[in-house]
């Protein structure tokens, strides 16, 4: 789940879905965008089960689903079977996940696709927060007796000059806006070594680190990344944090997978199940 500005968006749906969202007290009603990255089914099982659960409690405001084009006619014929009274509108995107596109925006955020190399057709997610105006210093509005319809301009950018003449610089006016934030969310994909340049200065970057380095054919057969990988990518492209995730069930202990990566990135933690992580 991702949380921008009170909106909430999903990423993948696992079996399980609906168990963990009640574990963590999220409010079902609050889901209006739900973003499939590719259609193995630990990404797309919960769908479905979830869809018609919304349509049991009530809900009304129409859900949107982003997914290959490939899911369309599935799910479409879940919905004519197990949905055909629903009370909501089920809106499908079809996306390609071989192009890099913005696939949703609003005032505050867009997201683009991040086109992986898997199986089967597969892409991220990049979240990115849109620049937001900078903050005005009260205290020298007031002391400038700058005029109300005029803080606007202010904001945009507009020095101000006194009634004497006099130039008050704009960064004298103002406080400057937060540094917008930025999520990518990548998961499942082998090892892209370009990956970085669609990338750059990401606030927190999700990798999947299937394997460790005692496994790197594993991961070259199946299409995944190793931990060590997963840093490369984050190194390479200057972010500021790395979460691995989506870990082979043959590591008992994950650590190993976060060792190996802070060996390249440092700042590397490892995801767990219901981790807040805040931007």
Not at 229 to 245: C, R, T, Y
Request: hydrophobic share 35%; proline share 4%; glycine share 6%.
């Amino acid at each position: 789940m991702v949380e921008v500005r009170d909106k909430l968006f999903m990423i993948d749906c696992g079996e399980g879905t609906q168990a963990q969202l009640r574990r963590s007290k999220i409010r079902f009603n609050k889901i209006g965008h739900i973003f499939i990255s590719h259609l193995h089914g630990d990404h797309c099982f919960g769908l479905i089960g979830m869809i018609s659960t919304f349509g049991l409690l009530g809900r009304t405001a129409k859900l949107n689903i982003y997914a290959t084009a490939a899911l369309g006619p599935m799910l479409q014929s879940q919905l004519d079977m197990f949905c055909y009274n629903l009370g909501y509108e089920v809106v499908f995107h079809p996306i390609d996940t071989t192009q890099q596109a913005v696939i949703y925006e609003d005032r505050s955020l867009t997201v683009t696709t991040i086109p992986l190399e898997h199986r089967v057709p597969t892409c991220g997610f990049l979240f990115r927060e849109k620049p937001t105006a900078p903050h005005i210093r009260r205290e020298k509005i007031d002391f400038y007796h700058i005029p109300t319809w005029q803080i606007a301009n202010i904001k945009a950018g507009a020095d101000w000059t006194t009634e004497e003449g006099k130039v008050i610089p704009n960064q004298q006016l103002v406080y400057p806006a937060k540094t917008p934030r930025s999520y990518a969310y990548c998961s499942d994909t082998r090892y892209i070594a370009r990956l970085h340049e669609q990338l750059k200065g990401v606030t927190t970057l999700y990798h999947e680190s299937t394997y460790g380095d005692d496994n790197v054919a594993m991961a070259e057969k199946y299409f995944h990344s190793t931990a060590r990988q997963a840093a490369q990518v984050a190194k390479d492209a200057s972010v500021q944090q790395l979460v691995l995730g989506h870990y082979s069930s043959r590591y008992e202990n994950e650590c190993q997978l976060q060792d190996e990566a802070k060996t390249v990135f440092e700042n590397t933690v490892l995801a767990e199940e219901n981790m807040v992580i805040q931007l």
